[in-house]
């Protein structure tokens, strides 16, 4: 049985096996039987099928149409449907374009909860790769000059309702991540923040390497070198190294060696020198803000005309020698010299007192630390002692140590020593260097 409506009418309904052509303007058509075809080509408000429906061909834009059955919508054509799509059974289609242009909104597994009632399970790509076919889903946009916002959850933790996302398989990431909680329940930003302090290529172990090197011969076969004011070499060796390390180290020179003191009736005087020549690659480094210490402070009070104490947060102490400078301005402007430092583990400070050089740092300045103060490299950094004797003559056995800069370089350094006046009378032999390497 066939109905054909060619004329303008409100309300067509089928109600048996019926084919029913709509080729006018109908209000509302509604089929409630089962196995009726049904095609509508020009515009009309409703199209409702509660039946069994064959086949629904909608060739013209449709405010609404509701299917409440098993029916089978069929050709839309090139149509668009401008209303609302209500269904309570199953839309099949190969391809499925939702949204595909302008400013839009879709919903999918949407709706009002209702407690205590509800599971909605949202399957995307689930099927067709079950011989090692691919699928891919894509979600957002694939321009790069787009940009895509995209929430997964509630993003609110309820106590044994939190969201749970099963990832399996690889995970590719092209940016940062950011969590707000914990991972395999360690904070990852505190544990960064640790790692930060650990040396490239340090190990569970502390570095720590000391080597001896002889220098000048033995006092029992008279090897003696006669000492002039003018700077010789403490030994047979004009440049010294100490050799790289795997990770940054504090670097110690302890040097000894016996002085033969000839009778004066003056001050007899003798000077050693540590000469470093400054290494390719120094860089800066930012030690953090500092905090003025009061003068009042029981325990930072004692400083020198010119001198102030400051602190920063954390152990920084190993940075400082007296080959290096300290300066508000990352390009060492000014320079300060540190007469003195601690580390207090009570309190995770490093406290610092500086010889200040024309501008004062201040609370909230940023300390820069150089190994080198800044100079240029190859240039020739020295670090003195005087040794004094007076009205006696004999063997002494001198020691000093010099502390170079916290680095994984090899530095290169020279030894030189000389009387500090021409009526001075010593000679100096079995000279002895002895190089440390520590982590820290």
């Avoid at 089929?31 to 909608?58: F, K, M, R, Y």
């Avoid at 500092?290 to 920084?316: A, L």
Wanted: proline share 2%; with cysteine; charged share 15%.
């Amino acid at each position: 049985m066939g109905v054909t409506v060619t004329e303008d009418v409100t309300t067509v309904e089928v109600n048996a096996d019926t084919t029913v052509t709509v080729t006018e303007s109908v209000t509302s058509v509604s089929v409630s039987d089962s196995t009726a075809t049904l095609t509508i080509q020009p515009s009309e408000t409703s199209v409702a099928v509660s039946g069994n429906t064959t086949s629904i061909s909608v060739e013209a834009e449709s405010q609404e149409v509701l299917v409440n059955e098993s029916s089978y919508l069929g050709n839309f054509g090139s149509q668009t449907l401008n209303g609302t799509l209500t269904t309570t059974g199953t839309i099949t289609a190969p391809n499925l374009d939702i949204s595909t242009q302008g400013s839009v909104t879709t919903n999918i597994a949407t709706g009002t909860a209702i407690q205590g009632s509800g599971t909605k399970i949202l399957n995307l790509g689930t099927g067709f790769a079950a011989f090692a076919d691919l699928t891919t889903v894509n979600i957002g946009t694939q321009y790069t000059s787009g940009q895509n916002l995209i929430n997964v959850g509630s993003g609110v933790s309820v106590s044994g309702n939190e969201d749970t996302i099963n990832l399996k398989g690889n995970v590719n990431v092209d940016g940062d991540i950011v969590v707000a909680s914990t991972v395999d329940g360690r904070d990852i930003s505190i544990d960064g923040a640790k790692l930060d302090t650990i040396a490239t290529n340090a190990t569970a172990t502390l570095y720590h390497r000391v080597s001896e090197l002889r220098l000048a011969g033995n006092t029992s076969t008279g090897n003696y070198l006669y000492l002039s004011t003018s700077d010789q070499n403490l030994g047979q060796a004009t440049n010294i190294y100490h050799p790289s390390t795997p990770e940054d180290t504090a670097r110690l020179v302890d040097v000894e060696w016996t002085t033969y003191w000839g009778y004066t009736s003056a001050q007899n005087d003798t000077r050693l020198t540590l000469q470093l020549i400054v290494p390719v690659g120094a860089t800066t480094q930012n030690l953090g803000t500092v905090t003025e210490v009061s003068q009042y402070d029981p325990n930072y009070s004692s400083r020198g005309s010119g001198q102030k104490w400051y602190y920063v947060s954390g152990d920084v102490a190993h940075h400082f020698t007296p080959f290096g400078r300290m300066s508000q301005s990352s390009s060492g402007s000014l320079k300060h010299t540190i007469v003195s430092s601690q580390y207090d583990p009570n309190t995770n400070r490093t406290y610092f007192c500086l010889k200040i050089a024309t501008a004062n740092m201040v609370t909230n300045d940023t300390a820069y630390w150089h190994p080198y103060a800044w100079e240029s490299t190859y240039t020739l950094l020295t670090k003195s002692y005087d040794i004094t004797e007076r009205y006696r003559s004999g063997l002494d056995r001198n020691k000093v140590s010099f502390k170079l800069p916290f680095t994984d370089a090899t530095l290169t350094f020279r030894l030189k020593i000389k009387e500090l006046a021409s009526g001075d009378n010593a000679q100096v032999a079995d000279s002895v260097v002895r190089l440390t390497s520590m982590g820290v």
